[in-house]
C-alpha cells in the first residue's frame, strides 16, 4: 500500500487550498482513509475521515465549518478541501488508509498505512 499526498504550499491567512491523497494498492478494494497533521513536537492530530463506502464523513471539531472531503471520482484518491485557512492549520499533512475505518478513527495510532506528508503553511 502506497499513499502520496499533494498540494501542500505557503498561503496566506483567508486562502483555501485543495490537498489531494492518492492511494495505490494490488487489490481493488475500496479504502477508508484520513487526514492527519502535526506540528514538530506535538502529536498528530485527527482532521478528516471518508469510510470506505462513502456513507460517512467525519470532520473534526476544529476544522467542521472550514474544510471539507471528498472522493469524487477514482475510488481510492481523497480531496481535502481547506477553506478560510488560519496560521494554526500550519502544519505537515498526512493520508492514511484502511481497509474498514478504524472504530476509533480521531485516533491515529490505530491507522497503520501513511503516505509522506504534505506541507501546509499559512501566514498571517
Known amino acids: 500500500v502506497t499513499l502520496v499526498e499533494s498540494g501542500g504550499k505557503s498561503v496566506q491567512a483567508g486562502a483555501s487550498l485543495t490537498l489531494s491523497c492518492t492511494i495505490s494498492t494490488h487489490t481493488a478494494t475500496v479504502w477508508a482513509m484520513g487526514w492527519f497533521r502535526q506540528v514538530a513536537g506535538k502529536e498528530r492530530e485527527f482532521v478528516a475521515a471518508?469510510?470506505?463506502?462513502?456513507?460517512?464523513?467525519y470532520l473534526a471539531d476544529s476544522v467542521k465549518n472550514r474544510f471539507s472531503l471528498s472522493r469524487p471520482g477514482a475510488e481510492n484518491t481523497v480531496f481535502l478541501k481547506m477553506n478560510d485557512l488560519k496560521p494554526e492549520d500550519t502544519a505537515v499533512y498526512f493520508c492514511s488508509a484502511a481497509v474498514t475505518i478504524p472504530k476509533y478513527y480521531s485516533d491515529h495510532t490505530v491507522w497503520f498505512n501513511w503516505g509522506q506528508g504534505t506541507q501546509v503553511t499559512v501566514s498571517s
Open positions: 471518508i469510510t470506505d463506502d462513502d456513507a460517512n464523513i
